[in-house]
């Protein structure tokens, strides 16, 4: 496993796309902090590239879980001994470490944006800080877990851009059929109810939550991978 994780890191290196979004992520809290003064609706955009798991992180998972596939190198990983499993986890792996490089880069250029132009620090700063953490390792389960099971790029960058907004309309059904709310528990709701308040209490469920989230994926998508035939 420690082998195959040490080979998606190469791909990763490798791979172009990474540097792009590390240079995208390294603009986007600069430009947010320029544009905040001039142009409102270039803000807007800039915060929805730049949130938890925006465009910019997930078109990097789509791409980067379907490389093998495309690159027809998945039977030859397999043949070399290594699990289905052991692949797909090894994929989410080196996934966070690419997400984390990036979001690590986001963090503290704004950090350091905030105390230059006097915003200073705030109390709450290391729970919201923390929430998104814990958000990535669940998001980037479920992204993942879809990439795995499209296979293909453009397919992938789809589902993951838009599944996560069609997933609460589906659970709001629920709702209306069987008078359970379960939409507001879904992953973005639970984030924007921590943001109303970050305390910590809050952050421990939000964590639960995400943690249950990283759970039900992670065993989703290697139950799909152990029933498909790998190309």
């Known amino acids: 496993m420690n082998r195959l994780i040490k080979l998606q890191i190469r791909n990763l290196l490798r791979n172009k796309l990474f540097y792009v979004c590390l240079a995208l992520t390294l603009i986007t809290p600069i430009a947010n902090l320029f544009f905040a003064k001039t142009d409102p609706v270039m803000v807007s955009f800039i915060g929805f590239i730049k949130g938890e798991l925006g465009l910019i992180s997930t078109i990097f998972i789509a791409i980067f879980c379907c490389y093998d596939y495309n690159e027809g190198t998945t039977k030859n990983i397999i043949a070399r001994g290594y699990t289905k499993a052991q692949l797909f986890f090894s994929k989410y792996i080196v996934s966070l470490i690419g997400l984390f490089a990036m979001y690590l880069i986001v963090f503290i250029v704004t950090f350091v944006l905030f105390i230059k132009n006097g915003m200073?620090?705030?109390?709450?700063?290391?729970?919201?800080?923390?929430?998104?953490?814990?958000?990535?390792?669940?998001?980037?389960?479920?992204?993942?877990?879809?990439?795995?099971?499209?296979?293909?790029?453009?397919?992938?960058?789809?589902?993951?851009?838009?599944?996560?907004?069609?997933?609460?309309?589906?659970l709001s059904l629920v709702k209306t059929k069987l008078n359970i709310d379960l939409a507001k528990y879904w992953l973005d709701n639970i984030s924007d109810k921590f943001s109303a308040n970050p305390t910590l209490g809050n952050l421990n469920w939000t964590i639960l939550f995400y943690s249950l989230y990283v759970i039900v994926f992670l065993f989703i998508g290697t139950r799909i991978l152990k029933r498909k035939e790998i190309k």
């Not at 919201?128 to 479920?142: G, R, T």
């Not at 499209?150 to 609460?168: D, G, W």
């Open 120 to 170: 200073g620090y705030e109390s709450n700063m290391l729970y919201i800080i923390i929430n998104s953490m814990f958000k990535i390792f669940a998001e980037s389960a479920f992204f993942v877990t879809l990439a795995f099971l499209l296979e293909k790029n453009t397919s992938a960058i789809i589902a993951c851009l838009f599944v996560p907004n069609i997933f609460p309309l589906l």
